[in-house]
């Protein structure tokens, strides 16, 4: 119990830091004065990248400075968050998911960074998750899938974002007693190839990583695990509407930075975030990936990752789970 403790514990002073107004005088009102870096927590094509380098664009107008979107994947999320960390850098930014560094201080004994070195600064979208197989897998939906699953014990194997996709993924083998081995990538975007050519049965991840297979008509999806359907597949059903609430999950992605950067600066980083999505572009080109435009700013990101933590543990307090060493 110990264990569980200490790392509530430690989710709830990142969100304290997340909340907290900054003491530090601002120069929100000449920021930018050189070029600003986007460090992205995976590679080109995935649901991120799209989003940061879209926005990354629109800033860069605004701003009169580059933007430049520099992909850090693999290592959990954790390579990405140490080199916004050591970069210690009000002009380097990460742009990434929630869910990663949520689930970390539940899933490692020991973590490598300190949750509170980084803050939230503004909220961007929510990304559809899909759960995909191969095109010509004998099942379609989430109760064809489980069957098959639970009458081939150990012989399925998945490929799962790191983090909160993980960690619902397992919840979801733990509610339906299915033993499914998870094979590791480095880049998620390898997960939808070896899926369509056989060599795994199921991934979950964003649309815009899976979405290049499924229109090559190789994989098809048999969830979305977000409250509402897909407008970019808006045929196939959520894993609630299915009767699988344990594969609910609703992704988030956004802009955070180091804890030093003043109060004033997120509001206005998070003010140029809401002006330059305000025509619509970026939520038009989203939505095509499987994104939905949803704008807020830190103390609105800090909440809804807040909402999603608690989620979170009654995930690990319901499966029993133990952190890795």
């Given at each position: 119990m110990y264990w569980n403790f200490w790392r509530v514990g430690a989710v709830l002073a990142l969100l304290v830091v997340m909340l907290a107004p900054a003491l530090t005088p601002a120069h929100a009102q000449n920021w930018p004065t050189r070029a600003v870096k986007f460090i992205?927590?995976?590679?080109?094509?995935?649901g991120a990248d799209i989003g940061a380098r879209l926005l990354a664009e629109k800033l860069q107008a605004k701003w009169g400075q580059p933007v430049v979107v520099e992909n850090k994947p693999g290592g959990d999320n954790v390579i990405a968050i140490q080199a916004l960390i050591g970069a210690n850098d009000d002009h380097v930014l990460m742009f990434g998911p929630s869910g990663g560094f949520v689930v970390h201080p539940f899933t490692y004994a020991k973590l490598s960074y300190n949750p509170a070195d980084f803050v939230t600064i503004a909220r961007l979208s929510n990304t559809i998750i899909?759960?995909?197989?191969k095109k010509d897998a004998p099942y379609s939906n989430v109760?064809?899938?489980?069957?098959?699953?639970?009458?081939?014990?150990?012989?399925f194997t998945s490929g799962l974002v790191p983090g909160i996709t993980e960690l619902t993924f397992t919840g979801y083998l733990n509610h339906e007693k299915l033993t499914i081995a998870q094979a590791p990538y480095r880049d998620i975007n390898a997960m939808p190839v070896d899926l369509g050519e056989g060599r795994i049965q199921v991934v979950v991840a964003a649309l815009a990583v899976v979405q290049p297979q499924w229109r090559a008509d190789r994989i098809k999806f048999i969830a979305v695990t977000n409250k509402q359907r897909a407008k970019a597949a808006p045929d196939v059903p959520t894993a609630r509407e299915q009767g699988y609430p344990s594969l609910e999950l609703e992704g988030m992605a956004g802009l955070f930075g180091v804890k030093s950067m003043p109060e004033q600066l997120k509001e206005k980083i998070a003010a140029d975030v809401r002006d330059v999505s305000a025509d619509g572009s970026i939520g038009q080109r989203l939505e095509a990936t499987g994104q939905i435009i949803n704008v807020g700013g830190p103390k609105e990101f800090a909440a809804s990752i807040a909402e999603q933590s608690a989620n979170v543990a009654a995930v690990v307090k319901a499966i029993d789970f133990k952190p890795k060493n």
């Open positions: 992205v927590p995976f590679g080109p094509g995935a899909a759960a995909a197989v109760k064809e899938f489980t069957e098959a699953a639970r009458a081939a014990p150990g012989s």
